[in-house]
C-alpha cells in the first residue's frame, strides 16, 4: 500500500511539471496549427503521459479510495510552481485551501489503516 | 451609480453560457470518476499481469486490456469536454464543481470496488473537496 501510495504521489508531482509546460507551451500558441509543434506543449504532454502511467502503476494495488485523493496533493507543487515560473501570487485563499487538502488526505490516509 | 456594473459582462460570460458550463463541468466529474474506476480496474492484477512480458508483449495487453483503454478513453473525452467548458465559465466557480470528482470515486470505489467505507475517509473527501473550492477563489490577489 506504501509503495502504491509513494507512486500517485510523484505521478501527481511530475503531473504539475506537466502542467507548467503546457502552459509555457500554451503561450506560444498562435493561428498557424505548427505552433503546436512546440518543444514546451510536447514536453508538457510527455509529462502528463509519464505521470498517467505512473499513476496507473500505482492505482495498481491498493484501495481507489485512497489512492485517488492523493493525487489532490499535486495542487501544492502547482502552487509552488505557479509562483518560481509564473510569479503568480500566493493568497490567503490558497494557502488556506492547501492546508484543508493536507488535513483531508490526512484524514483519508487514517482511515486506510482502519 | 452603484446599480451600473463596473465590468458589463462580455457575450461569452451571460448566464446561460454560465450556467451551461456550470452542467457541462459537473457531467464530467461523473466521467472522470468512472475513469478513474476503469483504470483502477483494467490495471488491477486480474487484468493485468505484467510478469514475465517482453516491452511488445507489454504493450499488447495493455492496448487490448478493454477496462484500461476504455478508461482512458473517458479520461480523454473528460478533459476535452473540461477544456471547452472552462472556455466559458470562471474557473474559480468552477472549482468547487470540478472537486465534486473525489465524491464520486470515492462513492464508487465503495459501491463497486467494495473498498472500506469509514468516516475518517469521508471526512477527508469532505475537507479536501472543500480545501479545493477554496484554492479556486484565490486567483484574484485574495
Known amino acids: 500500500m506504501l509503495r502504491s501510495m509513494a507512486l500517485v504521489f510523484f505521478a501527481s508531482i511530475v503531473g504539475s511539471f506537466g502542467a507548467v509546460f503546457l502552459k509555457m507551451g500554451a503561450a506560444k500558441l498562435s493561428k498557424s496549427i505548427w505552433s503546436f509543434v512546440n518543444s514546451h506543449l510536447i514536453l508538457g504532454v510527455g509529462l502528463y503521459l509519464a505521470s498517467s502511467v505512473i499513476y496507473a502503476m500505482g492505482v495498481r494495488g491498493g484501495q481507489l479510495s485512497v489512492l485517488y485523493p492523493l493525487v489532490s496533493l499535486g495542487y501544492i507543487f502547482t502552487l509552488v510552481w505557479s509562483k518560481i515560473f509564473f510569479n503568480e501570487p500566493i493568497t490567503r485563499y490558497k494557502v488556506t485551501g492547501l492546508c484543508l487538502i493536507l488535513v483531508g488526505v490526512f484524514l483519508v490516509g487514517v482511515g486506510a489503516s482502519r | ?142
Open chain 2, 1 to 142: 451609480m452603484s446599480t451600473i456594473p463596473a465590468n458589463p459582462p462580455s457575450p461569452s460570460t451571460t448566464t446561460a453560457a454560465r450556467q451551461r458550463a456550470a452542467i457541462v463541468v459537473a457531467s464530467c466529474t461523473i466521467l472522470g470518476a468512472v475513469a478513474q474506476l476503469l483504470i483502477k480496474v483494467g490495471m488491477s492484477p486480474a487484468h493485468f499481469d505484467p510478469t514475465g512480458k517482453g516491452l511488445v508483449e507489454l504493450a499488447m495487453v495493455l492496448a487490448t486490456d478493454i477496462p484500461l483503454v476504455a478508461g482512458y478513453a473517458c479520461y480523454g473525452l473528460f478533459t476535452i469536454a473540461m477544456v471547452l467548458a472552462l472556455r466559458e465559465g470562471e474557473l474559480s466557480k468552477l472549482f468547487p464543481i470540478i472537486a465534486l470528482t473525489y465524491v464520486w470515486v470515492t462513492l464508487f470505489s465503495y459501491w463497486l470496488l467494495k473498498d472500506t467505507p469509514n468516516w475518517y475517509k469521508n471526512a477527508g473527501i469532505a475537507v479536501i473537496v472543500l480545501g479545493v473550492a477554496i484554492l479556486g477563489q484565490g486567483g484574484e490577489g485574495k
